[in-house]
């Protein structure tokens, strides 16, 4: 079976300190992998999607910047942080199947930036 | 334009009892499909169920189906018999364009005993 996986659960950063949050998948090979930021009581916003090793597209241009150097493993970085990036961080996965096809998600990263 | 639109920011519903969310989409693609996850005070995002734009008949996942009206653009989830672990925040979704899933604002369901 398919299982995802974040880390770091929680993290609490300064303003202007470096960012990266991982996402990795197993049992499944060449997934679509997404990143999602939610923040407090609101929906969910995509941030970058990945349909391949290298392949990332932004959604939202900020200072966040998302790499995926293997198959299963994606990144979200940012040199500096902002305020406003505090946030609940979710990574998810799709076997791609068209307007079919199910993302499913990890288990999320909080981010207070103070 | 917001495609997915969930105007109950908050429900209560006794234990046992059904409870219906509302949700209404916009697109003028032909192919689509809906989604709702539950999202627990965890913060992780469960899929409940999931319906196609062509599928005829209502998809149906245990507690959870969902009630579809092409026409009029909705797709409404129904919770039969709530348990107090229903008590999370569902979000309706959909799919109409490559890769993206757009989300509602969601809807707060709090389950009483």
Known sequence: SQTIHQW???LVQPVGSPLSLECTVEGTSNPNLYWYRQAAGRGLQLLFYSVGIGQISSEVPQNLSASRPQDRQFILSSKKLLLSDSGFYLCAWSVPEGWEETQYFGPGTRLLVL | AQKITQTQP????????????????????????????????????????????????????????????????????????????????????????????????????????
């Open chain 1, 8 to 10: 770091p659960a929680t």
């Open chain 2, 10 to 113: 908050g429900m209560f519903v006794q234990e046992k009892e059904a409870v219906t969310l509302d949700c209404t989409y916009d697109t003028s693609d032909q192919s689509y499909g809906l989604f709702w996850y539950k999202q627990p005070s965890s913060g992780e995002m469960i899929f409940l169920i999931y319906q196609g734009s062509y599928d005829e008949q209502n998809a149906t996942e245990g507690r959870y189906s969902l009630n579809f009206q092409k026409a009029r653009k909705s797709a409404n989830l129904v919770i039969s018999a709530s348990q107090l672990g229903d008590s999370a925040m569902y979000f309706c979704a959909m799919r109409d364009d490559d890769y993206k899933l757009s989300f509602g604002a969601g809807t707060t369901v709090t389950v009483r005993a």
